[in-house]
């Protein structure tokens, strides 16, 4: 079983950056690949990012390509999202994943409660 949890969400104005934290805990957190979601109220949950178990190979959506990268932290347990040149349409709950690298959302094990951010034009 692995635990998630996010950190880092918050209030930014419109071209600014945050950073997202998803750890990881419990047995074979430091395996599984992981990913990054999100979803806005009223509409599916979509596909941001995801990598690999030790960091070599990562997927970025076409909307977000260019402005977010997805990391692994040197133990693995944690994976990070860095956001810059944000805009308001990626204000969405985000939500970290476990279990593939895939696009839909079937395709994961595990995932964390979430963490709001909100982008102000």
């Known amino acids: 079983q692995v635990q998630l949890v996010e950190s880092g969400g918050g209030l930014v104005q419109a071209g600014g950056s945050l950073r997202l934290a998803c750890a990881a805990s419990?047995?074979?957190?430091?395996?599984?690949?992981m990913a990054w979601f999100r979803q806005v109220p009223g509409k599916e949950r979509e596909f941001v990012a995801s990598?690999?178990?030790?960091?070599?190979?990562?997927w970025h959506a076409d909307s977000v390509k260019g402005r977010f990268t997805i990391s692994r932290g040197d133990a693995k347990t944690t994976v990070y999202l860095q956001m810059n040149s944000l805009k308001p349409e990626d204000t969405a709950v985000y939500y970290c994943?476990?279990?593939?690298?895939?696009?839909?959302?079937?395709?994961?094990?595990?995932w964390g409660q979430g963490t709001q951010v909100t982008v102000s034009s």
């Open positions: 990598v690999t178990w030790n960091g070599g190979n990562s």
């Open positions: 419990g047995t074979g957190r430091s395996t599984y690949p």
């Open positions: 994943a476990a279990g593939s690298v895939g696009v839909r959302r079937d395709e994961y094990f595990y």
